[in-house]
Nanobody, 127 residues
Framework: QLQLVESGGGLVQPGGSLRLSCAASGFTLDGYVIGWFRQVPGKEREGVACISTSGQRTMYADSVRGRFTLSRDNAKNRVYLQMNSLIPEDTAVYYC????????????????????WGQGIQVTVSS
């Protein structure tokens, strides 16, 4: 069974950092584009970042660009979202998503691209 599992969330003070991890089980992430999304209760899920299968292309939402960094380690079958300079507005449930693609340098933070989703993990930024 193909599964994605997020980890690394929690409570952090404004200005702090967290590193989220997305691990795959039942399949290898090699050949899959990965996206991260987040959702606040009562609001629509929004795209945060994505990384191509090659790892050479990344995209970020304007709200996180310069603060968040996405990377992948195919050998460990994991993708990491490093979140720095966190602000209260980053509080949300974060989801990783994956989709197989033959294009090594494509990615987009578009929900309909992705067929595989994790359960989500809470990130809370508060003093």
């Amino acid at each position: 069974q193909l599964q994605l599992v997020e980890s690394g969330g929690g409570l952090v003070q404004p200005g702090g950092s967290l590193r989220l991890s997305c691990a795959a089980s039942g399949f290898t992430l090699d050949g899959y584009v990965i996206g991260w999304f987040r959702q606040v209760p009562g609001k629509e899920r929004e795209g945060v970042a994505c990384i191509s299968t090659s790892g050479q292309r990344t995209m970020y939402a304007d709200s996180v660009r310069g603060r968040f960094t996405l990377s992948r380690d195919n050998a460990k079958n994991r993708v990491y979202l490093q979140m720095n300079s966190l602000i209260p507005e980053d509080t949300a449930v974060y989801y990783c998503a994956a989709e197989k693609t033959p294009f090594p340098d494509s990615c987009a933070v578009v929900q309909r691209w992705y067929g595989y989703w994790g359960q989500g993990i809470q990130v809370t930024v508060s003093s």
